[in-house]
């Protein structure tokens, strides 16, 4: 399984766009990239998942080189809601038994 | 949201005694996932099922073990508690989806063993 790096933690006011970058150096060819977010006393909320390039959706965008050994999730206009841990995770999509490994994840702290 | 639940929400046991933990789904989905989450190490991944009487290992099956009957149940048990595994457990689903899954988390389980 890939492994992942990200920062411990990141700083952001209200209004600001917000990206965390993921290292994943030894990305496999059939490992897709994933993001959780996770509330306290919450089970980790699904965010996004992309294979190369960009992915958007209604919550972030996920930006992914070529070379695919690194993204960036990035959270537009943040809010004090925003407030939580996110994980980046990799591991493959194809493979019946494939299962995902969280890393300790990047807590976000969006101020007033 | 995925109908997942577990039960029970929050338990105190001691030392030595029996523990079950259980997961429900409503949409059976044939895979199914127990991580455990502490203070300074992120969710770990304790078993994991991909469908009725197939599971498997993650990476700290030591001191727990699993059963699936139903598709709709997962259960973690833990034979003879020990202190080390008070935490949160979660429960997850996984939703294949057309490019790829997303996992679905349960709303966990608070134990502490005494």
């Known amino acids: 399984l890939a492994k992942t790096t990200q920062p411990i933690s990141m700083d952001s006011y209200e209004g600001q766009e917000v990206n965390i970058t993921c290292s994943h150096n030894?990305?496999?060819?059939?490992?897709?990239i994933t993001w959780y977010q996770q509330f306290p006393s919450q089970g980790p909320r699904f965010i996004i998942q992309?294979?190369?390039t960009k992915v958007t959706n209604e919550v972030a965008s996920l930006f992914i080189p070529a070379d695919r050994k690194s993204s960036t999730l990035s959270l537009p206009r943040v809010s004090l809601s925003d407030t939580a841990v996110y994980y980046c995770?990799?591991?493959?999509?194809?493979?019946?038994?494939?299962?995902?490994?969280f890393g300790k994840g990047t807590m976000l702290l969006v101020s007033p | 949201d995925a109908g997942i639940t577990q039960s029970p929400r929050h338990k105190v046991t001691e030392t030595g005694t029996p523990v079950t933990l259980r997961c429900h789904q409503t949409?059976?989905?044939?895979?199914m996932y127990w991580y455990r989450q502490d203070p300074g190490h992120g969710l770990r991944l304790i078993h994991y099922?991909?469908?009725?009487?197939?599971?498997d290992k993650g990476e700290v099956s030591d001191g727990y073990s699993v059963s699936r009957s139903k598709t709709e149940d997962f259960l973690l048990t833990l034979e003879s508690a020990t202190s080390s595994q008070t935490s949160v457990y979660f429960c997850?689903?996984?939703?294949?989806?057309?490019?790829?899954?997303?996992?679905?988390f349960g709303p966990g389980t608070r134990l502490t063993v005494t």
């Open positions: 997850a689903i996984r939703k294949d989806v057309e490019d790829g899954y997303e996992q679905y």
């Open positions: 992309g294979y190369k």
């Open positions: 099922s991909y469908g009725v009487k197939d599971t």
């Open positions: 949409e059976n989905h044939r895979y």
């Open positions: 030894n990305i496999a060819t059939n490992d897709y």
């Open positions: 995770l990799v591991g493959e999509m194809n493979s019946g038994y494939s299962t995902l490994t």
